[in-house]
Structures are given as C-alpha cells and as structure tokens.
C-alpha cells in the first residue's frame, strides 16, 4: 500500500503562525516532483509545538490541497494513550490512507502496555504505521518484543524504521517482510540500504528540499537500475547529511528559505540554527546540482 517516497512535511511559520500560502506551495511542488505520499503531523512538522487547533487546521487544509493527488499518513502518536486515540478520532475525520503512531516515548511501554496501546488505535480501521525510532523515544524494541507486537495487533501494517543498527535492519527484514510488513525507510541517509533490503517506501524529511533525488532514486531501482540509483544517490548524499547537521527541520527549513519555499522560522522549543551551520549548508546547497532539488 505505502511505496514510493512520502514527504514528512514540515509547518512553515511566519510570525509564529502558520503560513499556509508556503504549505500550498510546497505541496504542489512535491507532486509535481512526483511524490507518492505525504505525511502530516509527523516530528518534521514539530506537531510537540502545535495546539490542537492548529493541528485540525494543518490536517483539513493539506488533505484539501492533496485532493486524493498522493497519499496521505496522519502522526497521531503521542505518550499518552488518551490523547492518542483522540489525535487518531480527529484525523479520521479526513480518510487518511494510515496513521503514523510512534512507539510511546519517555514512559517506555512494556510489551502488555504497548500492545494495548497499539490494539486500541486499531478501532479506527486505518493501516498503521508503527514509527520505531529509539533516538527520540529512549526505547528499542527487539525482534522478539516486534515479534509479540505485530501476533497481537494485526492492523500495523508497516513500520516506520529510524533505528541505525543494520542487524537489526536485516533481522526485520528477513522475519517481517514482505508478507508480515510494508518496511519503510526512516533514515534518509539509509535509503539505498532500505531499498536493498526490500523496502520500496522512505518517509523522508529531507525530501521538503530533495524530493526530485528520492523521486529518482526509487525509480531507477525500481527499474533494476541499482548502480545508476546509488550513483544518483551519491550526488546528493553530502546535502541529505546536512539537512541534519542541526536538530530537523532546523536545517530543512534554513534550506528551504535559501530556495525561497519558506523561511527559516522554527517555533520554540527548537531555536534557528548556528551562523556557521548556516554557512555551511549555504555551501553545500550552492555546490549541490539543482536536478536533486525541488
């Protein structure tokens, strides 16, 4: 169900309120750029900054503006499992295609708990996407914890994979894929790894500026063109590094501001990044080919 590149977009602001004029122009650049799928609401889109009633308004403008275009995933994970399930009641108001909904984090759910928590998110009869990524959540769950999980709660369909321990990677994919899970890249630098493992989908956050690049990238080795891909891939692999030079989307939006997408305004608790990261990724957006870039 989920392949291809989805695009984890980010909230631009301007004057600590949404701008939704440069939201609408980033959605159709990354369809013209011939993205599968976006997901809303994701980390990239600092939902942990968002009210609530910003968040509803997010996710009724861009599933307007997508109009059935590309897919759609709605984030609705959170540590509390309440306030979950009324994150997932909202954005079933809007017929997502899954819902991203993170391993709960801080708490670190035993294995009971995170299967309770996961089989509640099911009433809502959507796919979901279950988001595994151990550096924001303090929590790495195991084959055999993965194992238990995806016996009792048939409705995680795929996962959402940001872990960087490649035996780990392997072992899922080996055990899971592909008849069990849809095993989608959460690592943009990952990619061709994922791609090679059998993953045929990336939630990117570096795909807000380089869209064009995973675009591309997916298409060649769909098409059995691994070496053609992997040089591509090379292209652009110094920028897809820098886009995390700082905390995401720090860099993303900093990027997105030199192509004139959006401006570089984060909402606090995140703060803009350094002078030097910024001329840094000024240098390496200049000496990047403008075929990667959307």
């Not at 809007?94 to 984090?105: A, E, K, Q, R, S």
Request: charged share 20%.
């Amino acid at each position: 169900m989920f392949k291809g590149v989805f695009t984890a977009l980010i909230t631009p602001f301007k004057d600590n309120k949404i701008d939704f004029h440069a939201l609408e122009g980033l959605i159709e650049k990354q369809i013209i750029a011939g993205v599968s799928g976006f997901v809303v609401l994701g980390t990239t889109a600092e939902t942990p900054a968002l009210n609530e009633q910003e968040k509803e308004e997010i996710i009724k403008f861009c599933t307007e503006r997508i109009n059935k275009k590309a897919k759609v995933i709605i984030g609705t994970g959170a540590n509390n499992t309440q306030v979950m399930l009324k994150n997932s009641e909202v954005a079933c108001k809007y017929n997502p295609d899954g819902l991203l909904i993170v391993t709960p984090y801080y708490n670190k759910p035993n294995l009971s708990g995170m299967i309770a928590h996961y089989t509640l998110a099911s009433q809502f009869n959507k796919p979901i996407v279950l988001y595994h990524i151990p550096g924001r959540t303090g929590q790495k769950l195991s084959i055999k914890f993965f194992e238990e999980l995806l016996n009792n709660v048939p409705q995680i369909t795929a996962v959402k994979e940001s872990c960087y321990d490649i035996t780990h990677l392997v072992e899922m994919s080996v055990k899971f894929t592909p008849k069990r899970l849809e095993y989608i890249c959460g690592n943009d630098d990952l990619w061709p790894v994922f791609l090679g493992l059998g993953s045929r989908a990336i939630i990117s956050a570096a795909a807000n500026t380089m869209a064009p690049l995973f675009v591309k990238v997916y298409n060649l080795f769909t098409e059995g063109k691994t070496q053609e891909a992997m040089s591509f891939f090379s292209q652009g692999y110094s920028l897809i590094k820098a886009n995390y030079a700082e905390v995401n989307p720090t860099c993303a939006k900093y990027l997105l501001s030199l192509m004139g997408l959006a401006n570089d305004e984060v909402r606090l608790p995140l703060g803009t990044i350094s002078d030097d990261n910024k001329i840094f990724l000024k240098h390496i957006y200049e000496q990047s080919s403008k075929d990667i870039l959307l």
